[in-house]
């Protein structure tokens, strides 16, 4: 059974949480988010490196979509690394997410859900997560993406 929000979200510090976090790799959506023909819809990074996948929770079966990104300095200084963490009720749900939220979208996911800011893990201010309706992410991914081969990227997920 799927618990959702993952039992992670019972841990209110930030970095225990990051510490508690025991996840199975489920799928890689890579560097961008294309359409059938190839035509990059958005990417799935900032920075220099980076990507999206999804995870799924070893304890209680939670999901999360994960997007990482680092800058690398020119200068010998520290790279900037961050990650999120955004919740999502099934690997379905997280399919729809991902074409549907670009970089920056993603990164200001309006639910609490986990960061980590080179080494500081904090929990985001938000509203408590809630399971999407599917149909509704399908309909806001149309309505935001009117290009010809969406409708075969959202009905293959």
């Known amino acids: ?9 019972e841990i209110r510090d930030g970095k225990k949480a990051y510490e508690a976090m025991q996840m199975d790799f489920v799928k890689d959506y890579g560097d961008d988010v294309r359409l059938p023909g190839g035509k990059t819809l958005h990417d799935n990074y900032t920075w220099d490196d980076g990507g ?3 995870l799924r929770c070893r304890e209680c079966g939670g999901y999360f979509l994960c997007q ?5 300095d020119m200068f010998d200084g520290p790279d900037g690394y961050y990650k999120d963490w955004i919740p999502a009720a099934s690997a ?5 997410l991902n074409i549907l939220l670009d ?3 993603f990164e200001n996911y309006p639910c609490r859900h986990l960061r980590r800011n080179n080494h500081d893990f904090f929990w985001t201010q938000g509203e408590e997560p809630i399971p999407h309706d599917l149909e509704a992410l399908r309909e ?6 009117p290009v010809e081969g969406i409708n075969e ?4 997920k």
């Open 153 to 156: 990227l959202v009905d293959r």
């Open 1 to 9: 059974m799927t618990r959702y929000p993952c039992h992670l979200y």
């Open 140 to 145: 806001k991914i149309l309505k935001k993406y």
């Open 68 to 72: 990482s990104s680092e800058y690398h």
């Open 103 to 105: 970089v920056m979208e």
């Open 92 to 96: 379905e749900d997280a399919d729809l």
């Open 52 to 54: 999206r996948c999804l």
